[in-house]
Structure formats: structure tokens, C-alpha cells
């Protein structure tokens, strides 16, 4: 069985988001699937998707500091900055850290780790909503 979505994810502002519960209140479908996987891409250049950690927030504070120093807003260096200081760290964010994943369906229940959730980091001041295609794959 092969189903394939659009789905619009809330506006959220800059930072690492667990969209998790999102993605799966917009996916009950899942439920139908005894094996398979979930693939998701997000459908922009400023923003990522991934796995990481669901419970302490400071996890996902200390992300966002990182990648905060390692690609700076407004920085001389850019050339590309006429969408704003924020817009080409953005596109840095998103080429180190990618803008799919793959997750296991067992039992209708993504098999994600205790500890794991799926990431949104939007790395855009003013993002907005996000589109991302969900692509189950299973039986």
C-alpha cells in the first residue's frame, strides 16, 4: 500500500520544534500499517527536519545556540542577503541538517525511541507554515 499527503505544519517560531503529535494528528492513516515506513520532506530551504530528543527542552535550546554560532545572522561573508540577515544561515541550517527522514511503522505506532522525536528546526525569524509530503509505504 502506497499513500502519499500534503501536510501544512502550524507556524512556529525560530528554534527545534518536536512536531511529532502534528504530523501524526494529520497521518491516521499510520494506523492501517502493520509493517512499514514513513517518509517525510519538507517542501523549503530554511527550515530541517529530524530526529532528536522529546523530552528536555534544553536539548533542543542547546541546538538552536549551536547552529545560532556556527552560521550567525547578517554575518559580512554572506553574499546572498536580500531576504534578510536570517535568510542564508537559514539555508545553511537546512543543507547541514537536511530536510528528510525515514521513520519505521510497526503495528500502526511510528517506532520511534523512547527518547526520539520528529524535529522542525525553522531557522527563519518570520517562517510561517511549513508544507511537508508524507510519503507510507507498507501493509
Same mark, same amino acid.
Given at each position: 500500500?502506497? @499513500?502519499?499527503?500534503?501536510?501544512?505544519?502550524?507556524?512556529?517560531?525560530?528554534?527545534?520544534?518536536?512536531?511529532?503529535?502534528?504530523?501524526?494528528?494529520?497521518?491516521?492513516?499510520?494506523?492501517?500499517?502493520?509493517?512499514?515506513?514513513?517518509?517525510?520532506?519538507?517542501?523549503?530551504?530554511?527550515?530541517?527536519?529530524?530526529?532528536?530528543?522529546?523530552?528536555?527542552?534544553?536539548?533542543?535550546?542547546?541546538?538552536?545556540?549551536?547552529?545560532?554560532? =556556527?552560521?550567525?545572522?547578517?554575518?559580512?561573508?554572506?553574499?546572498?542577503?536580500y531576504e534578510g540577515d536570517?535568510?542564508?544561515?537559514?539555508? @545553511?541550517?537546512?543543507?547541514?541538517?537536511?530536510?528528510?527522514? +525515514? @521513520?519505521? @511503522? =510497526?503495528?500502526?505506532?511510528?517506532?520511534?525511541? +523512547?527518547?526520539?522525536?520528529?524535529?522542525?528546526?525553522?531557522?527563519?525569524?518570520?517562517?510561517?507554515?511549513?508544507?511537508?509530503?508524507?510519503?507510507?509505504?507498507?501493509?
Amino acid at each position: 500500500m502506497w @499513500i502519499q499527503k500534503q501536510l501544512t505544519l502550524k507556524c512556529h517560531p525560530r528554534g527545534f520544534h518536536i512536531i511529532t503529535d502534528e504530523i501524526e494528528r494529520q497521518l491516521p492513516e499510520l494506523r492501517q500499517i502493520r509493517t512499514g515506513l514513513l517518509h517525510l520532506f519538507l517542501q523549503h530551504t530554511s527550515a530541517s527536519l529530524g530526529i532528536n530528543e522529546n523530552a528536555d527542552p534544553t536539548v533542543r535550546a542547546d541546538l538552536e545556540e549551536h547552529f545560532n554560532r =556556527s552560521a550567525p545572522d547578517g554575518a559580512c561573508w554572506y553574499q546572498h542577503d536580500y531576504e534578510g540577515d536570517d535568510d542564508m544561515p537559514a539555508h @545553511i541550517k537546512c543543507s547541514t541538517l537536511g530536510c528528510q527522514i +525515514t @521513520i519505521p @511503522i =510497526s503495528s500502526g505506532l511510528l517506532a520511534l525511541g +523512547t527518547w526520539q522525536g520528529i524535529c522542525l528546526g525553522e531557522h527563519r525569524d518570520q517562517g510561517g507554515a511549513r508544507r511537508v509530503i508524507a510519503t507510507i509505504h507498507g501493509e
